[in-house]
């Protein structure tokens, strides 16, 4: 009997094999259909255009970088402050100027915080601006060209860090001092002090810089605040339009080992500006001029040629002077983002080395401001009572909270960098529902019109400034790393990973169409007042003037006119000037010289652009054309022939003879 | 002539200021590399571009295989069209108030005739085009000519041609059954007296 009793138990075997199979095989098969999900949410089938633009800053590469979203294919890289060899920007002629600051030209930049212009709060799609932090300015980029149109320089400013936030009606664009400096008192003029006498020296400033309506920008007014660090910025909306909120941390004053120094109070502060009353007062006169050399650099259109101006004053607004204009609002504990949520009623900041995140009430503050609710007074500019504005505290709200974007259904969303991940909670009870891993350490996050009155709560992108292990690796040097996360659900879903250029700070997005409509396909050749463009072949030539020798020139498939130049001497500079008479989209032509001592030229259809070419050998030098045009793109070449110094060949130029 | 014939006559008339506004014909162009299409617009006495830098273009696509450049100034056809349609337009109005039957018929006949020389000059304008080639040209595909179908569509090299009537013929199409319309109608009349 027993040995029969063995072999019905082992036929239950196979079951107990089978059962454990498919309870080992479910997780990964759950798994599965969550990845499958996923990537048919972000697949963007081939020739099908992204839902949203994305523009990320790139950090330390100087440039702003456009992605599409959902699918996270990199579009383009706009250059703004640093020069681009691959298109000559900051090495032609034409585009040098941009550069241009009261440092002399600075051919390299760190670009931070992306915004789009607004109109009623709402992103607009006309311009997106964005700050240089090292040698304090704000650029314009045009969104229908994509290039950028305007930097203007930030006077009485060092680290423009809490930039470039704009009003609602991109009325003002902000600028701050995250570094604060010496300032003396008639003119803020930098100064030549022992860096220890920092509490009596160092000063920051507010910047408002005005936009008009063709987007041209100026420093309207600067308002003098006390030596802290100034971090970041938002704008009022709604019922705060008319208020920017500015994070500050350092009111310790230190100058030195700052990790430690400035990290020893448990509350710094928010400056809550009026902005509009201040604006008044700009108006009426008030405050002061003082000596603020800086430099506007912009594009003449009618010849697409940058210029630089100089200006050589600035207001100054003295908030101990002047009341109203400006309110310390304290927060734990060395806030980094501030962010004021669709409604414009909570102020939130990023307390970063706090345990809870800290939301203001607008209302309350506006009370607390008619009550004179005031705990103290720091240079004239009155303290609020934390406990009389705050709205609540996010408990628990994950380690290191640094920003916050909201959703369109009452929701925030912060990073915590420490712990990385992402948190959501809800604005009304501040309560946290629902948390996200970041791979890794997220510093902002965004979502499509996330900071404006109209987010498009669909997607959140965060930006994560560790990637170690995500990709296959590049060796050290490692690109930072976004996370595309679903937030259209209850739940947070991870939908992508993808790879970003140099360190995307903040980041914005608009609905793909916004942008996609306004787009310029080539500019026009009769629209092109170039003082050195030709219009057609007939009017390409060659002329010296005496150790300069122009060269004239014209583009078109598939062949430079002139394509055989004689008569340049070693010594001389030749100035080329492409004119490309192509009128059709994405025909640009490149233009390379062997040995130039210069970028390329990559010049767009119905563009004239100029690079200069000191050549210093004898010989017969190519050039050609450096991007694939068309099918005798490699027929597309000429020579130049370098005599030497004191030679007597004569200019001779021609195609085709 | 009744009266509304005089009238049908008279529309059938001014349907032809149309001609100088609208394009009698379209050669249109497809091609992997022009997602946004190229094209011509023909108009009696111009051709354009369906984008305003497509005749540019063409003209600088066409130069690799050795076609002349088009160059709407130097076609004489566009010169005598304008008026040869003023004149349609004059004299069908001096029929539609003044003229009997008969007329109507000559206008009509005048008219076909026309439009056959026109149809006529049209194909042997692109058959020169597209035959009459620069020895030199970048492109040489032994047998290949590159003309244009008169109406219809055509493989040239990577491009297909499609040829086609434009709004303006259908113009001129109304104003030929219009006229033709009066004539018959007119013709009914009579026999019922």
């Known amino acids: 009997m027993k040995p029969a009793k063995y072999k019905t138990l082992l036929w239950g075997l196979p079951v107990v094999v089978i059962l454990s199979l498919l309870m080992y095989g479910c997780p990964s098969q759950q ?14 089938a081939p020739g099908e255009y992204d839902e949203f633009y994305g523009f990320m800053s790139g ?3 100087g440039q702003l970088s456009v992605y599409g979203i959902p699918s996270g294919r990199h579009l383009y890289t706009i250059p703004v402050f640093s020069q681009e060899a691959t298109n000559a920007y900051g090495y032609s002629e034409e585009s040098k100027p941009m550069l241009n600051t009261t440092h002399g030209f600075v051919p390299w930049g760190d670009s931070h915080h992306p915004e789009l212009s607004q109109t009623d709060g709402v992103p607009d799609g006309r311009w997106i601006f964005i700050n240089e932090n090292n040698t304090p300015r704000i650029a314009r980029i045009n969104l229908s060209t994509f290039t950028t149109d305007e930097i203007i320089e930030i006077p009485n400013s060092a680290g423009n860090h809490a930039s470039s936030f704009v009003t609602p009606n991109t009325e003002y664009v ?7 400096i010496p300032m003396d008192d008639e003119n803020l003029n930098n100064e030549d002090v022992p860096i220890s006498e920092y509490k009596e020296h160092f000063k920051g400033t507010l910047s408002f810089i005005k936009v008009n309506d063709e987007g041209k920008m100026e420093v309207d007014f600067q308002i003098l605040v006390p030596g802290f660090n100034y971090d970041l910025s938002h704008s009022g909306k709604g019922p705060s339009d008319g208020w920017a909120f500015f994070t500050s941390y350092n009111s310790e004053q230190a100058h030195t080992l700052l990790e430690v120094n400035a990290s020893k109070n448990d509350k710094d502060f928010i400056a809550a500006v009026n902005w509009r009353k201040a604006a008044e007062y700009a108006a009426a006169g008030e405050g002061r001029m003082v000596k603020g050399k800086h430099y506007r650099n912009y594009v003449d259109h009618n010849t697409h040629t940058s210029k630089s101006e100089v200006i050589e004053e600035v207001r100054v607004l003295d908030p101990s002077e002047l009341e109203g204009i400006i309110y310390f609002l304290p927060t734990p504990k060395s806030p980094h983002g501030v962010d004021v949520d669709p409604s414009g009623q909570y102020i939130v900041a990023g307390g970063k080395l706090s345990t809870v995140i800290p939301v203001h009430s607008f209302e309350k503050m506006e009370q607390a401001i008619e009550n004179e609710d005031f705990e103290g007074e720091i240079d004239g500019i009155p303290v609020l009572n934390y406990d009389s504005i ?9 380690l290191g909270p640094l920003h916050t974007e909201f959703d369109d259904r009452g929701n925030a969303y912060t990073t915590a960098f420490i712990s990385s991940e992402i948190v959501k909670w809800d604005l009304e009870t501040t309560q946290v529902v629902d948390r996200i891993a970041t791979y890794y350490s997220p510093g902002h996050l965004m979502i499509p019109g996330g900071d404006s009155r109209k987010p498009w709560g669909k997607y959140l992108v965060s930006l994560n400034k560790i990637t170690k292990d995500r990709y296959l690796p590049t060796g050290p040097e490692l690109f930072h790393s976004a996370q595309l996360i679903d937030i259209s659900g209850e739940k947070m879903q991870l939908l992508l990973d993808f790879p970003t250029e140099g360190e995307p700070h903040y980041a914005q997005a608009i609905p793909a169409d916004i942008v996609r409509q306004n787009q310029v396909k080539f500019y026009k050749l009769e629209d092109n007042n ?11 030539r060659v002329v010296r003037d005496g150790n300069e020798v122009h060269v004239y020139m014209s583009t078109i498939r598939t062949h430079f ?15 080329f000037h492409v004119t490309n008479l192509e009128q059709d989209w994405d025909i640009p032509h490149g233009f390379a010289v062997k040995g130039m001592n210069n970028s390329e030229l990559l010049v767009m259809p119905g563009e004239t652009r100029t690079i200069t070419w000191e050549p210093k050998q004898v010989g017969v030098i190519p050039f050609y054309c450096t991007d694939f045009c068309s099918a005798l793109h490699q027929e597309m070449q000429g020579y130049v022939r370098v005599s030497p110094r004191n030679s007597n060949v004569e200019i001779s130029y021609g195609t085709g003879q | 002539m009744k009266k509304q014939h005089r009238i049908a006559m008279a529309v059938a008339a001014l349907l032809l200021v149309a001609l100088y506004f609208l394009p009698i014909w379209s050669i249109a162009l497809e091609a992997p590399q022009y997602p946004e299409g190229i094209g011509l617009d023909i108009y009696i006495n111009t051709i354009e571009g369906k984008q305003p830098q497509d005749l540019q273009n063409i003209n600088g696509l066409n130069h690799y295989i050795g076609m002349k450049e088009i160059q709407p100034d130097s076609i004489a056809e566009l010169k005598y069209m304008p008026p040869i349609i003023a004149f349609l337009i004059v004299t069908g109005l001096v029929v539609a108030f003044w003229g009997n039957k008969k007329w109507v018929l000559a ?10 020389v026109g149809l006529v000059d049209f194909y042997l304008w692109e058959y020169d085009y597209g035959h009459n080639l620069d020895p030199n040209a970048a492109i040489k595909v032994p047998g290949m000519t590159y003309q244009p179908p008169l109406i219809g569509s055509k493989a040239l090299l990577n491009f297909n041609a499609i040829s086609l009537p434009h709004t303006g013929f259908f113009f001129a199409l109304s104003s030929m059954v219009l006229s033709g319309l009066v004539w018959w109608r007119e013709g009914k009349t009579d026999t019922e007296k």
């Open chain 1, 31 to 44: 798994q599965l259909g969550s990845t499958a999900d996923a990537a048919q949410k972000v697949y963007v």
């Open chain 1, 59 to 61: 950090g330390y590469s």
């Open chain 1, 174 to 180: 902000s600028a701050a001092t995250r570094f604060s």
């Open chain 1, 390 to 398: 705050l709205h609540g505290e996010v408990e628990n709200p994950g």
């Open chain 1, 530 to 540: 170039h003082p050195d463009a030709v219009k057609a072949e007939d009017e390409t």
């Open chain 1, 561 to 575: 006119a002139p394509d055989n130049i004689e008569g340049i001497k070693v010594g001389d500079k030749v100035y």
């Open chain 2, 107 to 116: 206008w009509l006949i005048f008219f076909i005739l026309l439009a056959i």
